[in-house]
């Protein structure tokens, strides 16, 4: 996918889906937060163990909803960091099918620096932002 380096692969559970037989709106955001959290561990920004060090809390998130997903469908979710700020960053996801590429939805979120254990907002760190700028190949904003 153009534009992206990253994307994580979604298996739609029967659980996921609504009445109707689609996926519910509210697991699309669920997907999406798989993703992240498969886009973070991927960079090695988190080790996978403790919820207190991943260091990203989510303040703002959008989706833009294109077409319905179907149980049995395989998702692909691409992934990629669009703005780094000096305590926040953007994501930009793309949701499609696996085996056409037919897009499902669109959305970002930000996220925003955080220090669990101090219960404030900190600067991303200078290793996180290399680790991104080298991947993602974006300027960085300080």
Known sequence: ???????????????????QGHVNNAKYFTY???????YIIHL?????HSFFDIGFILADAHLTFKTPILF????????RVSQLGTKSLTMEYR????????????????LVTYNYHNGETIPIPDEWRQIIVEFEKIPSEN
């Open 1 to 19: 996918m153009d534009g992206y380096n990253f994307y994580h692969p979604i298996e739609v559970r029967y659980g996921d889906l609504d009445p």
């Open 32 to 38: 999406l937060e798989q993703a992240r959290v498969a």
């Open 44 to 48: 090695g920004l988190w080790d996978g």
């Open 72 to 79: 049995g469908t395989n998702v692909r979710i691409w992934v």
């Open 95 to 110: 949701m499609e099918d696996a085996g056409d590429g037919h897009e499902f939805a669109t959305g970002d979120a930000v």
